[in-house]
């Protein structure tokens, strides 16, 4: 990871600029809705972080993870959505987006977690143990880019919801 990169939790008053990374992140990226900084708003303001990790360089940040509670229609519990996750465009490929990774995985471990599942690209997370699965699925999204991590050997059977925070628009 880049050198001088503190990965901690999101304080108050660091909203402003996880919305200015986030929107920096995807402005490019033709797949994404460029509603990721609604996503995270609505989020926090549900009480529904989880776990919400800021990357900071030289007392910026430069970086966020958010991670919150999913549904699945099995009734299985103590899963979790990974995502939104953004890093600042200039500071890509720096392993600040594993760093962040790494350590919200670890938290929801340490919070006895039973797994994480997320909608990503398909290149970036294997590497972290992610994989595609045919016992659940996230219903409008190609199984290539759905993943699921769990922590013990138990995938649930089903669909899984993402929070409704995820359905925001503005």
Not at 52 to 63: N, Q, T
Not at 91 to 118: D, M, P, Q, Y
Request: charged share 20%.
């Amino acid at each position: 990871m880049l050198e001088g990169v503190e990965i901690r939790p999101e304080v108050p008053g660091d909203e402003p600029e996880i919305g200015e990374v986030t929107v920096a992140a995807f402005v490019d990226l033709e797949i994404s809705g460029h509603t990721e900084q609604y996503v995270i708003r609505e989020l926090r303001d549900a009480g529904a972080l989880a776990v919400s990790l800021v990357a900071e360089l030289d007392g910026r940040i430069v970086g966020h993870l958010a991670l919150s509670p999913v549904t699945m229609s099995d009734s299985s519990t103590g899963w979790y959505g990974l995502g939104p996750m953004s890093v600042r465009p200039d500071l890509f490929g720096r392993g600040i987006g594993s760093a962040l990774v790494h350590e919200g995985l670890s938290r929801l471990r340490t919070a006895g977690a039973k797994g994480c599942c997320l909608v990503g690209h398909p290149s970036y997370y294997p590497r972290f143990g992610f994989r595609n699965t045919e016992e659940l699925v996230h219903p409008g999204v190609p199984a290539e880019v759905f993943f699921v991590l769990p922590f013990d050997t138990s995938i649930p059977k089903g669909t899984v919801e993402f929070h409704e925070a995820f359905a925001a628009t503005s």
